[in-house]
């Protein structure tokens, strides 16, 4: 969401967000049935979400996002009887897809670049890494922009998921959609019959397998301890991978026999961590959920929540493929911002001046709240 | 029908075939009951729920089996009864007893008839090589994740291909949660009183004799209370580690996953285990830690469902427990959370 803004800044914000929204109102399309489901929007910073709206068609959807200019739009995962009822229990849970989000922090890499830094009491900023202010030794708070290197990492973690989706869970490849989140991460989406109505507590259940969470691993160690080969062992699913990444490591069956307990339970948690996909489980468990629209502009980053084909996964690029504004030089003020890459160009660092940059470069400052639109 | 459905329908009284049988040869409006010469599945009715009060199992014997029409139409009759008491111990003690009844009964039966009886009751089966048979993934979460043991997690089980691999006992497991559920939601149907006829009442007042005399001894009935957060059966367990009785592990267990599920600190919970007469500062953190998720590879433990829990002869329910199988889900059936977004 927008943080705190001048006008000057919102209104171009609105302006960029409209043209993007004429230009392409027609690759907004809401899961079906769209009269079944809640959206919800952020219509101006600062205030609430404005949210229990319901829409008959297509077209009155559209028609809302023309007016309004949202600067950011949601979808229930879920289908509901009556879905523009306030009380929740009473819009009637139809069912709901399953909804997984893969967030780049989660992936634990740090960004490559040098990050900026505020105090939070004088307000004393720089580029650099500093807990403590140097003037008046306050903690200071780290700003890091994501960088192509960490959403790279975040879509090996989407790959997998989508593996272990299909290879375990059975899904088709049609009836799984991949995005990308718009700002630092990736969402999947599962629309598959079958799935629909697994309550909350099953839905927990699937995220404690990819986060391979509650493994037994007693009959794991039994098998690993004798050494007996991956042919030779009944295992299925995610404890077969794991099984057969422990044999990989170490190199053959013959070591594992002749290795110490301790050595095999070590292996066996590094194989964990390794295999595990780090899905957000909160995100998965709640079937109440809001999703960003597919399509719709990120207001954290200005950028789109852009629709993957699997096919193209291993090439996407979001920093070039999710932006959604042209490059008509805009004059920024900028307070403080770490070097940043967006379309194959890098920006910055900048420390308290006014640049010139193109559109998609001065939006996606603004919107991370570092850089207040000047003019054009 | 053949001779054989018909003793099936007879041992599985919750079939479709029994239901088809019964409505096809028996009026079974409550008014014609009584004249269809019902006395005897009436008296076997109230056997039915006697058995799952006193030995928490419904047993059918050959005999029974070859009594067909009495013994079918002595299940939808003991459904009605149960109704009437609006009790809701004895719907679950029921529910429970007609279930494992079943579960027994199915371990003696042929794949085939296994896998039919699966499928009947809407868990399809598919037979996989040596003595496994596949469940789709979405019905096994369905049906599993009420069981509280280790194996029972999908992350423990042979998953492939989006089904679940187990052998015929769990799969008879699963379906007995479903007999189980079945038959619980039947009992919550009301029943039309002024229709019921006075060979009913007498035979509800006869079930609740049983039960009172079984109740004897035993902590007195929970009066219905204010709406309030925590259920009867936990309730009931705290109440009593507060006056310092010693709690069984599963006790313990049920009370501090409740407690972490409540967002209580690990510190409150210690405090309140402070009050045991073995307790032990050191071994309550790491237990307590334990089910947190903080020890042990992070895997939180959660709190054991309402069929656990009557298992464990813990459940002591009131009438917001109506419908529900999950202790958090105490008084709000079918309520949601406030959504957030993604
Ligand atoms: S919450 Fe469940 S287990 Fe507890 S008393 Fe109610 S019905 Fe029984
Ligand atoms: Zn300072």
Redesign the pocket.
Known sequence: MVRGMLQASLEFLKREFFKYYYENISRLVPPEPIRNREFGFFLEKGRGMFRHKCFNSLRDFHEFILNEIPLDIYVSAANYEDPGNRNMSEKKLVNAELFFDIDAESVAIVSEEEPAWICQKCGQHSIGLRDGCPSCGSPTELVRLVSERQLKEALRETEKLIRVLTEDFGIAPENMRVFYSGNRGYHVHVNQEDFLNVTGEGRREIVDYLLIQGLDEKELLIFLKRGMSIGSVSLKGVKRRIYARVVEKAGSVEKLRASRRETVLKMLENVVEELKVRIDPVVTIDMHRLMRMPESINSSSGMVKRRIRLEDLPSFNPLEEAIAFGDEETCLKVKIAPRFSLRGRTFGPFKDEEVELPAYAAVYLICKGLGEYAGR | MTGENILMAARYPFLPEAREFISRNIDLSLESLEKTGSEAALKRAVERVKNALIFKEVKVTALDELNYVREMLSFPIAIILVSMIMN??IR?MYALGESRGAYRRMLNESDETLLYIGEKMGIRGVPDNENTIRVKIPTYLKLAYSFHAPHWKLVNRAVNNGYVLMGKTEYARLIQVEVNNYVYEKTLEPVPAEAVPNSFKRAVEEIIEVWNRLETGKASR?PLREREDT????D?IIKRMENGENASHFERLVVATFMIARNRSVGEIIEFFSKQPDYKYSVTKYQVEHLAGIRGGGKKYSV???????TNG?????E??KG????L??GERNAAGEPRVS
């Open positions: 809701e111990y679950r929970i259920p009867p059966c936990i009931r054991p469902s309402c069929r656990t829990i009557l813990l459940c002591y329910p009131d917001y427990c529900i199988n999950h202790p889900r105490y």
